[in-house]
Structures are given as structure tokens and as C-alpha cells.
């Protein structure tokens, strides 16, 4: 856990650039450490509207500077938006679970659209590891950081960009998958972390999932972001939000 | 420096200002982002006898300036409380006020006595904000002739431990329920809980509750708080601790002058962990310069006519 010295918790801004339409990329200062997985809670206003804090993944963590990518969504990420270089952000965290593959063994990142951002962190720490990366999208807009991987194949649901489709497609193909030796670390839409669960249960691999949901504090109190697993009812925000494959009883 | 302590029943604060049920978990949360001996005391989430798994998500949502939840007073239970929580709450040094609520009479008063004679537990605080299930499911604190008689058995059953009685605020008149707890024995009233509150996805058209339904707070609910605060503290002798969308020193020195004897921070624990912490140093700091020697020389101060 880490806090300003001052106790406002407040980073300096180094960059902020729009990386494709409506995505931003944000570096700032950060003195602590953090694992592939967690992710932050920024404040978005100054004041008290909007008054939650929103969590955002850790997209990268090198020499004191963390980088987060977000797309513009609402009143929230349209505010952090504008923030630029030296201005400051309150930041508190890193909160949540990690990725923890097996020590050996290939591994197969998915992400969808703004779901890469751990992945890309994962990646950077573990470079050998990553076998390929499996980036989906809605159009060639919503996918991000691709040039940042070895190894990765794209899919787009309108076909603007990579195979038309879903990005379970050139997955399920890859021979990693097909043999059955990778292990997936996926982050995206809940449709598509449901169908890479439900993939992986019938082709008998292991992975692990992150989870998104609306979360009011982001450090395990406010008990307004749970999910229902296999070993009960967890707090996505300090139990998770990585779980592994078959762990999550879906919603709907 | 100031005198911060307040005097709650039996209980002694060492300064007026704690931390709300439902916004500080366990109390357990917070380590390594406050320092939590330096509050006067944290209220626990609401306690009963059985473990609850709470409503069916989402069961949070942000709105201007606040937020609703309809959790539905998910919490470990009595039993997992003592055996896990409470050895690491006592290591903490913390000042625990248990935080408690049942669905029928009995289950109040069987609570109470638990928690009464725990160890580390330093006061009770008996949330009446839930549907009663032996009456048709109306709320336990929505009778004053009914909220007076539970406040006596579970004034017994606390034996001798401070009982905070934490009021609704949805109700018509406060006033009646504050006298109620008075006469029913209770060492002191807290108000105000959440206020029944809703929200609709405009593009989906659904609730962003699951149940509709959800209780509002955070800075939003202020001065309605302070208003009804301040009836209480009109109407009754006990002390008042007040709770509703404080986020700042100027709000609690609000709360004070209305006449609260305490403050609890609620939702805004959740945007700054610290803030209780935060707050009870810049009392300290207020006071000083003011030149106020006790904090209690500035409880219901406000000037009137
Ligand atoms: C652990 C975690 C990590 C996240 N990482 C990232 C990230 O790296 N990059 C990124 O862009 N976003 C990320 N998000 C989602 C991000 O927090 C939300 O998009 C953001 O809070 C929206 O704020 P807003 O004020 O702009 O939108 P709001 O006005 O609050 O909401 C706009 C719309 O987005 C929906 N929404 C809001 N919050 C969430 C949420 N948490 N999950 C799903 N839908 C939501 C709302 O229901 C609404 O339809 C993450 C969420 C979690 C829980
Ligand atoms: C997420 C959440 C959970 C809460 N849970 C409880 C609870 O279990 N018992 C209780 O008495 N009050 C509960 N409350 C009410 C708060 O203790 C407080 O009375 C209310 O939020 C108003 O204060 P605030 O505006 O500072 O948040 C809860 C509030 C929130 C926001
Ligand atoms: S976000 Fe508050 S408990 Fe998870």
C-alpha cells in the first residue's frame, strides 16, 4: 500500500496522450511497488462530484512511473482525460489480486479492448513467457497496444482490423491452445471472460480471469462489488479481481 | 492541545470523531492507510446472529454528490466475528462499537448480549433500519411505541454496556423516535442512517439497484441530516452523534454546533481512507487556534433569533 508522505496521496502527471480515439494512456509518479493484476483507484475530481473514485488496471510500472489506459466512458473518464502532463492525480492502491501462472509453461494472453492493459504489464515483467496475445475488439479503433506484443493475432467484430469475429476464434487455433500447454491469463468484457471460462472447462485448460465490476471503494469495506464463486461470496476488489477458470458461478 | 475526549454513556472517546458502519468493514481494512487509535472509535458493518450473503448485485451506484447501496447488511455473523475478526481488532488498540441488527426481537436482544460480554467490544450500536419479519416486515425503528420497548430489553441485555441507538431517517417526524429511545433507556442516539433513495440507467431503462430500491448518503445527504440531528438534540438529554455526508471540518463543526456530542464519517471513507484520521487532527488544529479549550464547549452552540 502505498500513500504520499503528505497523506493527499497525490502523483504528478508525466504523460497523457489519446492513443486511439476515445483511449488515453496516463503515466505518473508512483514510489511503491505493484504485481500484474491489480489495479488502482484514481480520483477524478477535485471535489466531491463525481465523489467515487474509479479503478483502473496497471498497465506498467518502471522506475517510479505507473501507466494506466482508459477509455472515455462517462463523466469520470472524461475528467481524467483532461488532466495533462504536471498536473497531479490522487492515487491510492495498488488493491487486488495478481496473475500467478505456473513457474514453467507457455501462456496465452486474451484481452478484450480496454482489457489488455494488465495483460501488457504481465507481459512487460514475464517477456518470455507470453506465448502470443489474442486482442479483440468492436472495429480496428478498440484495439490497443498490439504493436507492444511478440507474438499476436487480432480479431474485430466489424472486421476492420485482423479476422471478423470474436477473439476466441484464432484462440482456440493456436497450437498452444490445441495442445492443451498454455495457460490464459484473460481480461476483457464479462461476455468474453464467460466464453474463454466455459472454453477452457471444455478443452481442459487452466487460466485465470480478470474481472470487472462497479466498485465503490476498491479495498474490501464498502462490500458493493461481489461476485458469486465456487468458494462462496467473494469481494472482486480484494479477493479478486483475478480468479481462475472455473471459479466464477456467471451471473447470467 | 485541545480537549477532544467525549463522553458517550460509560463509554470515553478520545475525540469525537469515528468512523461509520457499513463504510470501515472490520476495521481491519484500513491498516496501512490510517492510523486507526487516533479516531475516537470505528463502528463494525452490521452484525447479526447468522452469517448474510446481502441482496443480489449490483448494489451500488454513484448519484450526484453521493451514492446509494442496498447491500443488504451482508456480514460474517456473531460467531465469525469473535473467532476471526475480533483477535486482530484487538491488537489494533482500536475503540470497537458493535454495530448490530436482527429480523425479529429476540434476535436483537440474543445479539446485544453476545456482544455485550465479548472482549475488545467497548459499546453497542443497534441499527433499527430493518424489517421486522414477526410484523409483516415494517421496519423495527419505524414504531416509537415498539422502538421503546426494544430499547429497554436490549438496554438489559447489554448489561451495562453503552447502547447507541442508530435512527431512520425515514420517517415523517424524527422527534418521536428520539424521545423513544430516551425514555426506553438508551445512552445515546445516532442519526441519521441512509435515506431511501433510486436510480435509473436512462439507456437500458432498468433500476441501477437490483432491488430498486437503495439508501442514499454521502455528502448529498447533509443537511438533511443536520436538520434532523438537530431535532434530536431538541427533543432529548442523551447525546446525539451525528452521521450524514461529512467530508470536511466544516461539516463536522456543523453537526457540533447543531448540538451532536460525536460525528461518524460514513461514504467518505471510501474516497479517503483517512479522513477520519485527517478530520480528528484538524479538530485539534481548529481548536487550538480558536482558542477552545474542550471540544464540547462548541457542542450546540448555534445561534438562533
Ligand atoms: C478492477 C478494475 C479495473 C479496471 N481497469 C480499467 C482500465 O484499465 N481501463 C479502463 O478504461 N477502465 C477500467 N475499468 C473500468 C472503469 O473503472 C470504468 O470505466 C470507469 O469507472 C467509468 O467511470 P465514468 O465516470 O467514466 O463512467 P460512469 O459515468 O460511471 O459510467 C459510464 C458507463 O460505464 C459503466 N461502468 C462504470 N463503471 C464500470 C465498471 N467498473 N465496470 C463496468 N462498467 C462500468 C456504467 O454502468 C455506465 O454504463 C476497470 C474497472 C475495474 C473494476
Ligand atoms: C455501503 C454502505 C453500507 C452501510 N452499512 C450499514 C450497516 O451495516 N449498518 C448501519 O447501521 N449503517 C450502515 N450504513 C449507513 C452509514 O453508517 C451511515 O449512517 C450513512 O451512510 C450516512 O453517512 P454518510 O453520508 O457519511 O455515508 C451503510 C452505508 C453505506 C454507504
Ligand atoms: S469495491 Fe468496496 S468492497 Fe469491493
Known amino acids: 500500500m502505498w500513500f504520499g508522505a503528505d497523506k493527499t496521496m497525490k502523483s504528478k502527471i508525466v504523460s497523457s496522450r489519446e492513443v486511439k480515439r476515445g483511449y488515453f494512456r496516463m503515466e505518473f509518479e508512483f514510489s511503491g511497488d505493484a504485481a500484474p493484476g491489480q489495479f488502482v483507484m484514481l480520483k477524478v475530481a477535485e471535489h466531491n462530484d463525481p465523489l467515487l473514485r474509479r479503478p483502473m488496471s496497471i498497465a506498467g510500472l518502471e522506475n517510479g512511473v505507473m501507466s494506466v489506459i482508459f477509455k472515455v466512458v462517462g463523466r469520470g473518464t472524461a475528467l481524467l482525460a483532461e488532466k495533462r502532463a504536471g498536473d497531479h492525480i490522487d492515487v491510492i492502491g495498488p488493491f487486488g489480486t495478481v496473475f500467478t501462472p505456473p513457474q514453467t509453461g507457455p501462456v496465452l494472453l486474451v484481452g478484450g479492448g480496454i482489457g489488455v492493459a494488465p495483460l501488457l504489464f504481465w507481459m512487460k515483467r514475464n517477456p518470455p513467457r507470453a506465448a502470443a496475445a489474442f486482442i479483440g475488439g468492436a472495429t480496428e479503433n478498440d484495439i490497443l497496444c498490439a504493436d507492444e506484443f511478440s507474438e499476436v493475432h487480432i480479431a474485430t467484430e466489424n472486421g476492420s482490423h485482423g479476422r471478423k469475429g470474436l477473439v476466441t476464434a484464432p484462440l482456440v487455433e493456436h497450437p498452444v491452445y490445441r495442445d492443451k500447454t498454455g495457460y490464459l491469463l484473460a481480461c476483457g468484457p464479462t461476455g468474453m471472460l464467460k466464453a474463454i471460462d466455459q472454453l477452457a472447462a471444455k478443452d481442459g485448460l487452466r487460466g485465470e480471469l480478470s474481472l470487472e465490476e462497479r466498485m465503490g471503494c476498491g479495498f474490501g469495506v464498502c462490500l458493493g462489488c461481489v461476485c458469486d464463486t465456487t468458494g462462496g461470496r467473494k469481494r472482486m476488489c480484494v479477493e479478486g479481481p483475478v480468479f481462475k477458470t472455473g471459479e466464477v458461478l456467471w451471473r447470467n | ?305
Open chain 2, 1 to 305: 492541545m485541545a480537549e477532544l475526549r467525549v463522553r458517550i454513556g460509560a463509554l470515553e472517546l478520545k475525540n469525537p470523531i469515528l468512523s461509520a458502519s457499513g463504510t470501515f468493514g472490520y476495521g481491519l481494512e484500513f491498516s496501512g492507510m490510517m492510523d486507526i487509535r487516533k479516531i475516537g472509535a470505528f463502528c463494525t458493518k452490521g452484525l447479526s446472529l447468522k452469517p448474510r450473503a446481502g441482496n443480489q448485485m449490483p448494489r451500488i451506484c454513484e448519484t450526484p454528490g453521493g451514492m446509494i447501496n442496498s447491500i443488504g447488511l451482508e456480514n460474517v455473523g456473531i460467531d465469525a466475528f469473535e473467532t476471526e475478526k475480533m483477535p486482530a481488532i484487538r491488537k489494533t488498540g482500536a475503540t470497537v462499537i458493535a454495530n448490530f441488527f436482527g429480523d425479529t426481537e429476540a434476535d436483537y436482544i440474543e445479539a446485544a448480549r453476545r456482544l455485550a460480554a465479548m472482549d475488545g467490544v467497548h459499546a453497542l450500536e443497534m441499527n433499527v433500519s430493518c424489517p421486522n419479519v414477526d410484523k409483516g416486515g415494517i421496519e423495527f425503528g419505524g414504531d416509537p411505541a415498539f422502538l421503546e420497548k426494544l430499547t429497554a430489553a436490549v438496554k438489559k441485555a447489554a448489561a451495562g454496556k453503552t447502547l447507541i441507538v442508530k435512527l431512520s431517517p425515514n420517517v415523517a417526524d424524527i422527534r418521536p423516535f428520539a424521545s423513544a429511545v430516551e425514555n426506553g433507556g438508551g445512552d445515546a442516539i445516532s442519526a441519521i442512517n441512509t435515506l431511501k433513495g433510486m436510480s435509473i440507467d436512462v439507456k437500458t431503462r432498468r433500476p441501477k439497484i437490483k432491488r430498486v430500491f437503495g439508501g442514499l448518503s454521502g455528502p448529498a445527504i447533509k443537511p438533511v441530516a443536520l436538520k434532523m440531528v438537530y431535532e434530536c438534540v431538541k427533543t432529548v438529554k442523551i447525546p446525539v452523534i451525528g452521521i450524514g455526508g461529512i467530508a470536511s471540518l466544516d461539516d463536522v463543526l456543523e453537526f457540533l454546533i447543531a448540538g451532536a456530542s460525536a460525528v461518524q464519517v460514513g461514504t467518505m471513507n471510501f474516497v479517503e481512507p483517512s479522513i477520519c484520521q485527517r478530520l480528528a487532527e484538524e479538530l485539534n488544529v481548529y481548536c487550538d487556534r480558536e482558542g477552545i479549550a474542550r471540544v464540547s464547549a462548541l457542542v450546540g452552540t448555534l445561534r438562533t433569533g
